[in-house]
């Protein structure tokens, strides 16, 4: 791939006092601010291959991600771009970042000069519409920032972004004559326009919505654009139907403003909402009042500045660094803020709740992020989950249950399980404040006593029969994982009752194991084991597990790994199929998913069920395994190149699964409130966390060949457990982990220094 060296440039910063009103506060520059982290954030990473990270302007979990868009031509635009592309059709204000599904693309506007057009054109014919040619030569990004010249036009776009607010600045090139910008509202990343709408309300203020069909099958945009000069001449069409006066309503509508000499520059602010025009011009007043790019673009870097330095990492190695910034980065889009400045929002159930006394999120990605992204959160963000959590709550409250892949006020329904469920329980049981134990419990169950997805069988028979349910094992180890997470907040509410229910059923998984075979297996209505049986195939012979196969699903029993060692008779069993995982080859066949990527053997180390499974040699006393699997995982399947992401980002799951590695642990179960040890990458991390407590890793004699933890000290005292525990992480302190070339096999072997003891 060819080398990046204007995205990773170091943005001079001079630090202004003046203040953009609403969220655009910032108090005073933090120390981490002042080192300028965002130079280390490479956002190009993930934007090749099958990463579909976004790539624009945005700040840490905005409503805006304002970016370029491509032609969309498959799977592997999800986010709207893709840098094998040469085309961009123009600039829109709301994106997807690493997701398997498309979507968005909301509000698509584009600058260029010549004829007027209203089509974007084509791939094999660019000429025949608006798009423009541009090279990845001309083209920065950095956090907040993202600057393209339009090679067809000479064009210079730049875009930079509040929360709410898109900002775009365009420079025409000198001598240019007849200019146009067009806002085409008929355009998005792979959805249908339903109602389209705009309306020029004065010579600078223009209004409108977009409502869409896509993935999530009512979604609602409202938006306001403010010009930088009078727009001297504006037209709509619907289509290419030029029509009568200075508004329009349709399925295609495209607002078109022209200048028969194009203006120096030209800059547009332009406002969402989920609710309506008026708050979306109330946004753009709140957040960006005045016309400072510079300014509002250096605001956009603080705040990326203020969050990338909640994590402070020293290593001599500077690729890692720039993985690990550049991923801290893209762990911050979702979820996304789903409310006005003032507090409204549209709920699932498509009423206005005004001035909600938290902040409403969207973009929950739930059955990715619940095995490291929120724990991230609980650990970096902890001033944000409590709004999290609340937006689930008040989702479960409007639709009733949970979300489950929710995007844009709209429940996709997509992926197995009540994933919500663990999020909601670690959050709780790790003490978030604001957080009501009956309310969350009383939501956890009215997701978990549905009769969809298996559920009905679960209830009756206490097992998804495979020629009865889809995906049935998949569905099954999720449940047992989420019904897991219920009973431990029952059981801190004193609901023995409850307890007792959730717990048994957490360990419904044991009747898919097959012993024979040693692997989780699909069961027929009578009980049996489902033949034929391919443990590489499966995926599309049977359908029992969702993008993945048995060798994958095998392992998917974080919430109780001492009862899966159990099942396999001994510890050495474990080990030694643990082992096989890794080396096994085989053929996936054609209709295998394409998320089974990033593989070590049959290890998927691209999709999210296997994300937690280099962590459980130590449950068996191996902790020098994980050690040895973690390392080859953090060097092989991240890499600082467009391609470097091993498979969907998924929102941030495979970030944050690279963050809290390189760090030095995991949370293989969430819920429990531990994370398990593996070898850091870091030579020292220091995490900030509440009412100034620290949490300083420090790493002695680290490297590329010492991945093996010798020793460890905790807070001064010599540590023998190969797991933390979050109590004792927020509590402050330091963890000094001494590293060497060869295993210390003594490390956590024993019984009473393993994991196993956080299920007690």
């Keep these: 791939m060819a080398q990046l060296p204007t995205c990773l440039r170091a943005l001079p910063v001079r630090w202004s006092g ?48 304002l970016g370029p868009q491509n032609i969309f031509k498959g799977w592997d635009w999800c986010s709207g771009y893709h840098y094998s592309d040469s085309l961009l059709t123009g600039f829109s204000h709301t994106h997807l970042s690493g997701t398997g599904c498309s979507d968005l693309g909301d509000v698509l506007i584009m600058p260029y000069t010549g004829a007027v057009k209203t089509d974007k054109g084509q791939q094999k014919a660019p000429h025949l519409g608006y798009l423009s040619r541009f090279s990845h030569r001309r083209e920065t990004a950095r956090p907040g920032y993202y600057a393209v010249t ?74 306001a654009i403010k010009s930088s000069v009078p727009v001297p ?33 030209l800059q547009l602010k332009v406002g969402i909402s989920p ?9 753009i007043q709140a957040e960006i009042p005045g016309w400072d790019f510079a300014q509002v673009q250096q605001a956009a870097d603080a705040q990326w500045n203020r969050e990338l330095g909640k994590v402070a990492i020293q290593t001599k190695d500077t690729v890692a660094r720039r993985i690990f910034y550049t991923s801290m980065y893209h762990a911050l889009f979702a979820p996304a803020l789903f409310n006005d400045a003032n507090g409204d929002y549209r709920g699932t159930d498509k009423k206005v709740y005004a001035k909600a006394p938290f902040a409403n999120y969207t973009t929950f990605s739930l059955w990715d992020t619940y095995r490291a992204e929120q724990s991230l959160f609980t650990l ?51 003490g978030t404040p604001g957080l009501d134990g009956p309310q969350v419990l009383a939501a956890m169950k009215a997701s978990s006593t549905r009769d969809d997805q298996g559920m009905q069988y679960i209830k009756a028979k206490g097992f998804i029969p495979a020629d009865k349910e889809g995906e049935s094992v998949a569905k099954a180890l999720e449940y047992a994982i989420d019904d897991w997470s219920i009973a431990q907040v029952a059981k801190r509410l004193g609901r023995t009752d409850d307890y007792k229910t959730y717990s048994a059923r957490a360990l419904y998984y044991k009747k898919y194991f097959d012993p024979r075979t040693r692997f989780m297996r699909g069961l027929t209505s009578d009980g049996k084991f489902q033949l034929p049986f391919d443990p590489i195939q499966s995926i599309h012979r049977q359908n029992n597990y969702t993008e993945g196969n048995a060798w994958q699903y095998t392992w998917l029993v974080p919430h109780d790994v001492p009862g899966l060692i159990g099942l396999f008779g001994s510890d050495a069993a474990f080990v030694q199929k643990l082992d096989s995982l890794f080396v096994v080859k085989g053929d996936l066949g054609e209709s295998a998913s394409p998320d089974i990527s990033g593989l070590i053997g049959m290890y998927a180390h691209g999709n999210e069920p296997s994300h937690a499974t280099t962590y459980l040699y130590a449950y068996a006393g191996q902790q020098w395994k994980t050690a040895e699997k973690v390392r080859q995982v953090l060097r092989e399947m991240y890499r600082a190149q467009p391609d470097g992401i091993s498979g969907n980002e998924d929102c941030g799951q495979m970030s944050a699964w690279y963050i809290l590695s390189s760090l030095g642990f995991y949370p293989v179960s969430p819920s429990s409130g531990a994370y398990v040890l593996g070898s850091p990458v870091v030579d020292k991390a220091t995490i900030r ?41 927020v509590a402050g302190g330091t963890l000094q982990l001494t590293m060497g070339p060869q295993p210390n096999r003594a490390f956590g072997a024993a019984a009473a220094n393993r994991p196993l003891e956080v299920y007690k």
């Design 380 to 430: 970096a963000q902890p001033e944000r989950v409590n709004d999290m959590m609340q937006s689930m709550l008040a989702i479960q409250r409007q639709q009733g249950k949970l979300p489950i892949w929710h995007l844009t006020g709209s429940e996709t329904n997509t992926m197995v399980g009540y994933s919500a469920v663990p999020a909601l329980a670690e959050a709780y049981l790790k």
């Design 233 to 265: 001449q504006f037209a709509v069409y619907d289509e290419a139907q030029k029509l009568v006066g200075k508004t329009g309503k349709g399925l295609a509508i495209k607002g078109v403003f022209s200048f028969a000499k194009a203006p120096a520059t």
């Design 18 to 65: 003046a203040l953009l009103g609403g969220v655009l506060l910032l108090g005073a520059v933090t120390a981490q601010a002042q080192q300028h982290l965002t130079s280390y954030v490479d956002p190009m990473i993930g934007t090749g291959g099958h990463g579909h990270v976004f790539l624009g302007a945005n700040v840490p979990f905005g409503a805006v991600q």
């Design 275 to 283: 609710v309506s025009a008026q708050n979306a011009l109330a946004n």
């Design 689 to 729: 966390l509440p009412k100034g407590k620290t949490f300083v890793i420090d790493v002695q004699n680290n490297g590329p060949q010492n991945l093996y933890i010798q020793s460890a000290v905790l807070n001064g005292k010599a540590y023998a457990n190969s797991y933390l525990l979050h109590r004792d992480i």
């Design 150 to 223: 339009l090679d067809d036009y000479g064009i210079r776009a730049e875009l930079t972004s509040s929360a709410r607010v898109g900002f775009h600045r365009y420079t025409f090139p000198a001598g240019a004559k007849e200019a146009h910008v067009i806002v085409d509202l008929k355009e998005g990343v792979d959805d249908k326009a339903t109602a389209t709408y705009i309306e020029q309300i004065d010579p600078q203020t223009f209004v409108g919505y977009r409502f869409s069909k896509g993935w999530a099958s009512d979604q609602r945009l409202y938006f």
